[in-house]
């Protein structure tokens, strides 16, 4: 069964450093998302992509934040100088949207652990 | 703005019996309701939407979620527990407007004791 891949599992990085999480969407999907879980808190959305560009964001995703598609196959999110209250797992997710209204599929996440 | 509401951060169970994992929504326009569940250490696997149709929807594992336009709801069930049942749900909304991004519930947790 096709599944969305996220690279590294972990990441742990010095505060004010630049970090890329990696992602690599379900094939033939065109949507994709970005979002990140706070230890203990619920699953917030920070952006959707599609068709080369954001299509939406959250206040959440500011300057600090850029996501691209620098191949026909990964996806990243670049937070450019990280804070301590970066630390969270962030989940990537991809849709179908041949079809309208499919739901979401996420990857595994990335702990990024900024210290 | 749309939000979602699980007031139960958890639920206890026992093996056999049904369950059922609350969920609020609100939402501008025609909702999508979705219900994901997290196991440990894993990421977020999709058990069921509502999108139109049916008040009854059926997904994976047995479970099942009935839609109720005029409660707002959108609660998750299972006729009969299972042990490997317990988990993390998450209740989401995605609204029309041309709003793409779910909105997720805080969450809860689910026990079943055998």
């Known amino acids: 069964e096709p599944e969305v891949t996220q690279t590294p599992s972990h990441q742990v990085t010095q505060m004010g450093q630049e970090v890329i999480l990696r992602c690599v969407p379900i094939?033939?999907?065109?949507?994709f998302y970005w979002y990140r879980q706070i230890l203990g808190q619920k699953v917030e959305f920070l952006v959707s992509?599609?068709?080369?560009?954001?299509?939406?964001k959250s206040e959440i995703f500011d300057d600090q934040f850029s996501v691209e598609r620098p191949d026909g196959s990964n996806f990243t999110l670049k937070i450019r100088s990280t804070k301590l209250e970066d630390s969270a797992m962030y989940f990537c997710?991809?849709?179908?949207?041949?079809?309208?209204?499919?739901?979401?599929?996420f990857g595994q996440g990335t702990r990024l652990t900024v210290v | 703005a749309q939000s979602v509401a699980q007031p139960e951060d958890q639920v206890n169970v026992a093996e056999g019996n049904p369950l059922t994992v609350k969920c609020t929504y609100s939402?501008?326009?025609?909702?999508?309701l979705f219900w994901y569940v997290q196991y440990p250490n894993r990421g977020l696997q999709f058990l069921l939407k509502?999108?139109?149709?049916?008040?009854l929807v059926k997904g994976s594992y047995g479970f099942e979620a009935e839609f109720n336009k005029s409660q707002t709801s959108f609660h998750l069930k299972k006729p009969s527990a299972l042990v490997s049942d317990s988990a993390l749900y998450f209740c989401?909304?995605?609204?029309?407007?041309?709003?793409?991004?779910?909105?997720f519930g805080k969450g809860t947790h689910l026990i079943i004791q055998p």
């Open positions: 989401a909304v995605r609204g029309g407007g041309g709003a793409d991004g779910l909105t």
């Open positions: 992509f599609y068709n080369n560009e954001i299509s939406e």
């Open positions: 094939s033939n999907h065109l949507y």
């Open positions: 997710a991809s849709r179908d949207t041949r079809v309208t209204n499919t739901e979401a599929f």
């Open positions: 939402v501008s326009g025609n909702p999508y």
């Open positions: 509502y999108i139109t149709g049916d008040n």
